[in-house]
C-alpha cells in the first residue's frame, strides 16, 4: 500500500502540472478527480484479483472447524493457483496489477478527456519526464 500511495501522490503532481500547463481550469478538481479514481480502481484490481484467486483455488472451504476455531483452510501451499513453480510469477503479476491498471485508467482520462487529444500510447506517458525533471529542480537551492 505504501507504493500505491506514492504512486497517487505522483499522479497528483502530474495532472496538476498537465493542468497548469494546459490552462484546462479547475486544476485542484483534475487532481482530486483522478486520485478518487486512482484508488477506486485500485480497490476494484484488489478484488478482480481475489475474485481470481478464489476461483481458482481448491482448498477453501466455508466449513468451521470446531475444534480449533478457524475456516476449514488448507494452508499448506498444495493447491490453487500460486502453488508450483509459477506460483512466485503469477504473484508478482497479482501485486502490480493494483498499481498498473489504475495508472493507465488515469493516463487515458488525462489523454482523452483533460488534453482532448487522440488515443496514443506513447501519448499516455507525456509529461512524467517533465515531473521528474521539475521534482529534480525543486530541490535546488538559489546561490
Given at each position: 500500500?505504501?507504493?500505491?500511495?506514492?504512486?497517487?501522490?505522483?499522479?497528483?503532481?502530474?495532472?496538476?502540472?498537465?493542468?497548469?500547463?494546459?490552462?484546462?481550469?479547475?486544476?485542484?478538481?483534475?487532481?482530486?478527480?483522478?486520485?478518487?479514481?486512482?484508488?477506486?480502481m485500485?480497490?476494484?484490481?484488489?478484488?478482480?484479483?481475489a475474485?481470481?484467486?478464489?476461483?481458482?483455488?481448491?482448498?477453501?472451504?466455508?466449513?468451521?472447524?470446531?475444534?480449533?476455531?478457524?475456516?476449514?483452510?488448507?494452508?499448506?501451499?498444495?493447491?490453487?493457483?500460486?502453488?508450483?513453480?509459477?506460483?512466485t510469477?503469477?504473484?508478482?503479476?497479482?501485486?502490480?496489477?493494483?498499481?498498473?491498471?489504475?495508472?493507465?485508467?488515469?493516463?487515458l482520462?488525462?489523454?482523452?478527456l483533460?488534453?482532448?487529444?487522440?488515443?496514443?500510447?506513447?501519448?499516455?506517458f507525456?509529461?512524467?519526464?517533465?515531473?521528474?525533471?521539475?521534482?529534480k529542480?525543486?530541490?535546488?537551492?538559489?546561490?
Amino acid at each position: 500500500m505504501v507504493l500505491g500511495g506514492l504512486i497517487s501522490i505522483l499522479i497528483a503532481i502530474w495532472i496538476y502540472r498537465t493542468a497548469i500547463e494546459a490552462k484546462t481550469g479547475n486544476a485542484l478538481m483534475w487532481v482530486a478527480g483522478s486520485v478518487v479514481v486512482f484508488l477506486a480502481m485500485q480497490m476494484m484490481m484488489i478484488y478482480f484479483n481475489a475474485a481470481i484467486i478464489e476461483t481458482f483455488d481448491g482448498d477453501v472451504s466455508t466449513e468451521y472447524d470446531n475444534a480449533g476455531g478457524l475456516n476449514a483452510r488448507d494452508n499448506s501451499d498444495t493447491a490453487g493457483l500460486q502453488s508450483g513453480p509459477g506460483g512466485t510469477f503469477i504473484g508478482i503479476i497479482f501485486e502490480l496489477i493494483p498499481l498498473v491498471v489504475p495508472f493507465f485508467v488515469i493516463a487515458l482520462i488525462r489523454q482523452l478527456l483533460m488534453l482532448k487529444q487522440p488515443f496514443a500510447f506513447m501519448g499516455l506517458f507525456s509529461g512524467i519526464k517533465e515531473m521528474f525533471i521539475g521534482i529534480k529542480d525543486s530541490f535546488k537551492t538559489t546561490e
